[in-house]
């Protein structure tokens, strides 16, 4: 019988801490948009990295960062939270956060595939065999088609919702190539951190750009809404990222990234228990094999 080590553990732990951040985010996005939520999760995040950050490094700011680092680190911010998750919390209102989550397994192929173009960093066979699996397994369930209306067969899910979901994928994944170039040694929570402070001025840009401040305040009203998201902010870019690192040190990098993304897979519960959604065979088969894809993708 397979024994789970600290690492294994610590990986599974970010797998779910990540379910409970989609869930969450999920029910709050519905009660009070997307701009709202995504300002007040990274202000939440903010604080709970500079504490953390505060404990273990002895100052609340990230200001031992070089130049170098805060540009790079900047830019990532505002491609992987401003544009990425703004799309991608979009698409967990069209289509929920399952389906969003899914999608969002194609992020590891894209990184590859940025990484190949960018960094010259040369995928293998076996990597190249993932992205495909990983591919064929979301495109299993997004290109189902549903019943007929007025003569014609739509897709089951938005085709909207579905495309917001790539957009976010490919802005995370493309903050994370920029993450690597501006700082692939600085530590991962300051890092963390000056990301989470450029979307905080994306955002506040985006939300008096399109005049949603009233909208603003009263998201800080609704308490159920502010609940989810001090929830989702806790489980996941803190804790999830914390725990996250810890797996990488405490096991190899493929084990460890394989098992995080076994959330396509765990949110299916949740996503039946609490909204009631009905899963057919088809799209827990394309969950498993997009995961499967990711597991191929990363233990080369």
């Not at 979301?138 to 909207?160: D, M, S, Y």
């Not at 979901?165 to 501006?182: D, T």
């Not at 502010?226 to 989702?232: K, S, V």
């Amino acid at each position: 019988m397979m024994i789970l080590k600290a690492g294994e553990l610590a990986a599974l732990a970010t797998a779910v801490f990540w379910t409970v951040t989609a869930v969450s985010f999920e029910f709050a996005g519905k009660r009070i948009g997307t701009f709202s939520l995504n300002l007040i999760r990274l202000m939440i995040g903010f604080v709970f990295l500079g504490l953390f950050s505060l404990i273990t490094r002895g100052f609340f700011l990230p200001l031992d960062a070089s130049p170098s680092a805060w540009f790079w680190l900047s830019l990532s911010g505002l491609v992987g939270f401003v544009i990425g998750d703004l799309l991608l919390f979009k698409a967990f209102i069209l289509i929920g956060a399952r389906i969003s989550m899914l999608i969002y397994a194609s992020v590891p192929p894209m990184t590859a595939v940025i990484g190949w173009l960018v960094l010259g960093e040369v995928p293998t066979g076996q990597g190249l065999a993932g992205m495909a699996a990983t591919i064929t397994g979301i495109a299993l369930v997004v290109l189902q088609r549903g019943e007929k209306v007025n003569g014609a067969r739509n897709f089951t899910h938005p085709v909207g919702g579905v495309l917001f979901a790539f957009g976010g994928a490919l802005g995370q994944a493309a903050g994370l190539i920029m993450s690597k170039i501006g700082a692939p040694s600085y530590n991962a929570f300051s890092a963390t951190q000056i990301r989470v402070m450029a979307g905080i001025a994306g955002f506040v840009m985006v939300v008096a750009a399109f005049k949603r401040i009233s909208k603003l305040l009263a998201a800080f009203r609704d308490r159920k809404a502010m609940a989810g998201i001090t929830l989702g902010a806790f489980f996941g870019p803190f804790l999830g990222v914390s725990l996250g690192l810890v797996a990488v040190q405490l096991t190899s990098a493929g084990i460890a990234s394989t098992i995080m993304a076994i959330t396509p897979v765990l949110i299916i519960i949740p996503a039946v228990v609490y909204f009631k959604e009905k899963i057919n065979p088809r799209e827990i088969a394309g969950a498993l094999i997009a995961v499967g894809g990711v597991a191929l993708l990363f233990l080369t």
